[in-house]
Each structure stands twice: as structure tokens, then as C-alpha cells.
């Protein structure tokens, strides 16, 4: 029996099996958008702080829902070669066995296997890649051209979370830099050019996010990533000279920390990570808030 992939039509995406992470772009983006500190509680900087969270979600979060998320080829790999071909007229002027008639069979098959496998098992998923790339496009447009240079960067992200996905490694750093680091360098370019600091701590922040995903998975290495990431933003947050904003995330990152010794008495490492977010989403609120 064949495995449909799921279509996603553009909505906005809860994510509700894993909790917090349907928020954690437009979160990024709105902690993007105050460490900017270009951004104003007026009409035209909240109808450009809606398009942003459009792209960041709509667009770039439903391509790698489905781009990444979704294992095509297994998926579509029982269908080929295709049931029967397609039954379309012989070209005319052509002998069995020609190379023309050859390419018209090949045709053929494709055409059956786009009508039997594909279109029925993918076809939905198609039409949401083709709305999220339109979205995409138009919605760029209507935002500064510095944000168009992100799009590069989503496209390289496809492509390298893809080639993971294909080799039976789960792509989470890349889901990480997705959800969290495009989301927040684009709330800060569409309302400032782009400063170090605020890079620095985006860059943290995806460090941290990652090796959340990894501890809900029970993966090794996620604690140092977890609390290394926010470490180094406590780092970034003295050196601009924000001491008591530093020691805030300080404590926010302890408060994570007194969570972590359950996973030695065997606690569930879903559990740790769905009670880390609080914390973690605070902590990225106080550092955009600490950015001079």
C-alpha cells in the first residue's frame, strides 16, 4: 500500500506534537525585530512585521515542512517503473525500436507514473510547495531587498536538509537554523541593517535549539549544546557591556539546569525538553531586550 504525503495547504502551523515549537519562528522573529531596535509600535512597522512573520512561517516554515519534513523518496519509490504507461498516441514517422520511439515509451512510463503514483500520493504536497514558493516571492518583494539575500540561504538549507533527510540523518540542526536563526535575522533586517552582536546571539540561540531537539530525541550531546549555546550568549551580552541582563539569562539558564539531573533517574527526555521551552523562549526575549 502506498504512503500518502501530506499536503499542507498555507495555514498557520501549530505543531501541537511538539509544544512551543509552532510559536518559536514568529517568536524569533519578534525577538529579531526589538533587537533591531528599528522597529516602532506604528501602522507601517506592524503591517511589515506581519509580512515577515508571513514569510518566515507561511513561506520558508511550509517548504521545510514539506521539503524536509517529508521522506519523498520513500514514499514514491514503489511506484517506478509504473504499473502500465500511458497510453498516448505513437509519434509519426517513427519504426520500433528507433531512438525516437525509445524516448516516446520513456514518456510514456513517466506519464503513467505521474498519473498512478505520483499525483495521488504527492500531488497535494506539490500544490503547498508551489503556494509556500509563491507566498515567498511576492511577499519579498513587498520587504526590504535586504531580506531577499535570506532566501539563498533557505534554499541551501532545503537542499542540505534534504540530502541528510535521504541519508537517514534527521536534519536538526538545519530545523534548528530554520525555525530559529532565518526568523530572527529577518525581524532585525527588515527593520535595521544587520549588526554583529545580534547575529552572535541569534547564532547562540540556534546552538541551544538544536541541542534541545536532540535531547527530545534522546540524542548524545544535547545538554552541552543546550546550555553551550545560551552560555555563549551570556558571553556576547558582557561583552556589549549588559551585565545584569547577562546575569538574567544567566539564571534563566540555571533554571534549565535544575531540570537536567532527572534525566539521571530516568526521565523522560521529552518531558525535560517540553519544560525547557518556557525558559528557553524567556531567555531569548531578555538578550533581543539587552542588545544595544
Same mark, same amino acid.
Given at each position: 500500500?502506498?504512503? @500518502? ?8 502551523? =501549530? ?11 514568529i ?21 511589515? @512585521? ?17 521539503m524536509?519534513g ?8 514503489? =511506484? ?10 505513437r ?20 506519464? =503513467? ?33 535586504? %531580506? ?15 540530502v ?7 536534519? %536538526?540542526?538545519?530545523? *534548528? ?5 532565518? =526568523?530572527?535575522l ?15 546571539? *541569534? ?5 541551544a ?34 551585565? @545584569? ?34 525558559? %528557553? ?12
Amino acid at each position: 500500500m502506498e504512503t @500518502l504525503i501530506p499536503g499542507r495547504l498555507i495555514w498557520l502551523q =501549530g505543531r501541537l506534537a511538539r509544544p512551543y515549537w509552532g510559536l518559536l519562528s514568529i517568536w524569533a522573529v519578534l525577538c529579531g525585530a526589538l533587537a533591531s531596535h528599528g522597529f516602532r509600535w506604528n501602522g507601517e512597522d506592524l503591517l511589515a @512585521l506581519a509580512l515577515v512573520l508571513l514569510l518566515v512561517d507561511l513561506g520558508w516554515g511550509n517548504l521545510w515542512d514539506l521539503m524536509v519534513g517529508i521522506d519523498w523518496f520513500s514514499a514514491l519509490r514503489g =511506484g517506478w517503473p509504473p504499473r502500465r504507461p500511458a497510453s498516448t498516441p505513437r509519434l509519426p514517422y517513427t519504426q520500433p525500436d528507433s531512438p525516437a520511439w525509445r524516448v516516446w515509451r520513456r514518456i510514456n512510463h513517466l506519464a =503513467g507514473w505521474w498519473r498512478d503514483t505520483f499525483w495521488p500520493t504527492a500531488g497535494a504536497a506539490l500544490l503547498g510547495v508551489l503556494v509556500a514558493v509563491l507566498l515567498t516571492v511576492v511577499i519579498s518583494f513587498l520587504l526590504p531587498a535586504s %531580506l531577499r539575500r535570506l532566501n539563498a540561504a533557505v534554499v541551501a538549507l532545503l537542499g542540505l536538509g534534504a540530502v541528510q533527510r535521504r541519508w537517514g540523518r534527521g536534519p %536538526l540542526a538545519g530545523e *534548528a537554523f530554520a525555525q530559529v536563526g532565518l =526568523g530572527w535575522l529577518a525581524g532585525h533586517l527588515a527593520f535595521a541593517g544587520m549588526a554583529l552582536p545580534s547575529f552572535l546571539v *541569534a547564532l547562540g540561540f540556534v546552538i541551544a535549539i538544536w541541542g534541545s531537539l536532540r535531547l527530545a530525541q534522546g540524542r548524545s550531546g544535547a545538554l552541552a549544546l543546550l546550555d553551550g549555546g545560551q552560555a555563549a550568549v551570556v558571553v556576547v551580552l558582557v561583552a556589549v557591556r549588559q551585565p @545584569l541582563l547577562a546575569g538574567a539569562v544567566g539564571a534563566l539558564i540555571l533554571g534549565q539546569v535544575a531540570l537536567q539531573p532527572a534525566l539521571h533517574h530516568g526521565a523522560d527526555p521529552a518531558g525535560v525538553f517540553r519544560r525547557t521551552w518556557p525558559w %528557553l523562549m524567556t531567555a531569548m526575549l531578555v538578550a533581543a531586550l539587552a542588545l544595544p
